[in-house]
Nanobody, 115 residues
Framework: QVQLVESGGGLVQPGGSLRLSCAASGTISWINSMGWYRQAPGKQRELVAAFTRGGSTNYADAVKGRFTISRDNAKDTVYLQMNSLKPEDTAVYYC?????????WGQGTQVTVSS
């Protein structure tokens, strides 16, 4: 089992920044991808950014150039730095990990971009 705990969401004005954190614990060996998804009201959950199995990064077109995913292997933590936030970035952000064919999700953290 893998446990994922997110933090760092909140309310921010358009143009502002937030950094999300996702700490993994449990049986974290053989995790072959880890990243962030989001779900806005009335919409499907969508990929935001992720580390792929080969260690490269993958970003949604809507966030390229504004969001950056990074990780601290010593802390088993993945981060999402979000800059130049827009109202359309408002959503619940979920941390995701894939391990040996199983998918794991965090509880989600709300990000609201509003003036």
């Amino acid at each position: 089992q893998v446990q994922l705990v997110e933090s760092g969401g909140g309310l921010v004005q358009p143009g502002g920044s937030l950094r999300l954190s996702c700490a993994a614990s449990g049986t974290i060996s053989w995790i072959n991808s880890m990243g962030w998804y989001r779900q806005a009201p009335g919409k499907q959950r969508e990929l935001v950014a992720a580390f792929t199995r080969g260690g490269s990064t993958n970003y949604a077109d809507a966030v390229k150039g504004r969001f950056t995913i990074s990780r601290d292997n010593a802390k088993d933590t993945v981060y999402l730095q979000m800059n130049s936030l827009k109202p359309e970035d408002t959503a619940v952000y979920y941390c995701h990990a894939a391990r040996l064919g199983d998918a794991y999700w965090g509880q989600g953290t709300q990000v609201t971009v509003s003036s």
